[in-house]
């Protein structure tokens, strides 16, 4: 099983394509739901791993395929110029799942 990186920056592909890992750049909001559910239907894929700043162009989409699908595991992650998550996204997600506010 593999990675798949969704970035949308140069410096992030490279930095995973040493580590071993493929991915695609988009920077539009159509261009990351294409990606997103193009990666979602790769076999081999295990985990998605997104940038920060592409999850906030589409975050509905994002939350909607981490609740519903099993595999495979979509990771959000920081690129170099990240400023950081918002103070409430684990909580959101929670309660996004589960229903229940913390």
Do not use: W
Request: aromatic fraction near 4%; include cysteine; charged fraction near 30%.
């Amino acid at each position: 099983m593999k990675f798949h990186l969704i970035s949308d920056n140069i410096d992030t592909i490279v930095g995973m394509r040493l580590a071993g890992i493929s991915g695609v750049l988009v920077h539009e909001k159509e261009e990351v739901q294409t990606a997103l559910y193009d990666a979602t239907k790769m076999e081999d894929v295990a985990v998605i791993l997104i940038t920060e700043k592409l999850v906030s162009l589409c975050e509905d989409l994002v939350y909607e395929l981490k609740l519903t699908n099993h595999k495979p595991l979509i990771v959000e992650i920081p690129d170099r110029h990240s400023s950081g998550r918002t103070k409430d996204s684990i909580t959101r997600y929670v309660r996004d799942a589960i229903g229940l506010k913390i």
